[in-house]
């Protein structure tokens, strides 16, 4: 049976398994299944709807002003267990900002795209479309397959916030590279940029949205003084 070199992205399948596509792509995605043993795992998982999110872990909250307070909560933890439990989040909202990319994009022959997770006094929610003061997210990013450099930036009320340390993934779905806490005031796009013309820091502070280049993907979350979602 062969290796899956270029395996098909999570969120394509969900939307296989979802009746979604065109019959001509599910026919290919169809042919790329019969010889490949890792997207079938992936689709069995998705297919597998009793699986949920492990609660994250708690931390002492911040006591830095709110323009500081986006803090990292968790190293990126092992695979398996979180990639497993991660099959049912849906497609997140595209941002709001004028001229951000959306959550999915296409990037050197296969996608790009961020997920979250929120978590909310010990409750945990996937694809969330807005946040509290104190809310914590878990980061996943899919990427197609080979050496990637990637960076996380917040834009919020027109400043640049960057949450995580930078590092690199090896490609593959829903790639959970750690998490962090949000405070307001305002909409928050959240930001993933992938390759090695990531922006610097510096650019993206004083340019802000301006100053992303492709091989971006963002998701907004908008301010919410009451509800669960």
């Known amino acids: 049976m062969n290796a899956c070199h270029e395996p098909i992205s999570w969120l394509r399948l969900e939307h296989f398994h979802l009746g979604e596509l065109p019959q ?13 043993p890792h997207c079938r795992a992936m689709l069995a998982e998705i297919e597998d709807d009793g699986r949920t999110l492990p609660p994250l872990p708690d931390t002492a909250p ?7 307070r986006l803090d990292i909560l ?11 439990a991660l099959a049912l989040i849906l497609v997140l909202p595209p941002s709001t900002t004028p001229g951000l990319p959306g959550p999915r994009v296409a990037y050197k022959g ?7 997770v929120r978590e909310r006094a010990g409750v945990t929610r996937q694809s969330p ?30 400043q640049a916030f960057f949450p995580l340390e930078p590092g690199a993934t090896s490609g593959g779905n829903r790639t959970n ?12 796009d959240v930001c993933v940029m992938v390759g090695d013309g990531i ?31």
């Open 24 to 36: 001509e792509e599910r026919g290919h995605i169809q042919a790329h299944l019969h010889d490949c």
């Open 62 to 68: 911040s006591a830095k002003p709110w323009y500081r």
């Open 74 to 84: 968790f190293p990126a933890v092992a695979g398996p267990v979180l990639v497993a």
């Open 110 to 116: 296969g996608e790009l795209a961020i997920d979250l």
């Open 129 to 158: 479309k807005a946040y509290q003061d104190g809310d914590r997210f878990a980061v996943l990013i899919t990427t197609p397959a080979g050496e990637r450099h990637w960076d996380l930036v917040v834009l919020q009320q027109g």
């Open 177 to 188: 590279v750690g998490a962090f806490t949000l405070t307001g005031p305002g909409a928050a």
């Open 199 to 229: 922006p610097p820091r510096s650019e993206l502070e004083s340019r802000g949205a301006e100053a992303l280049a492709d091989g971006a993907a963002c998701v907004t979350l908008k301010q919410s003084t009451g509800g669960r979602r």
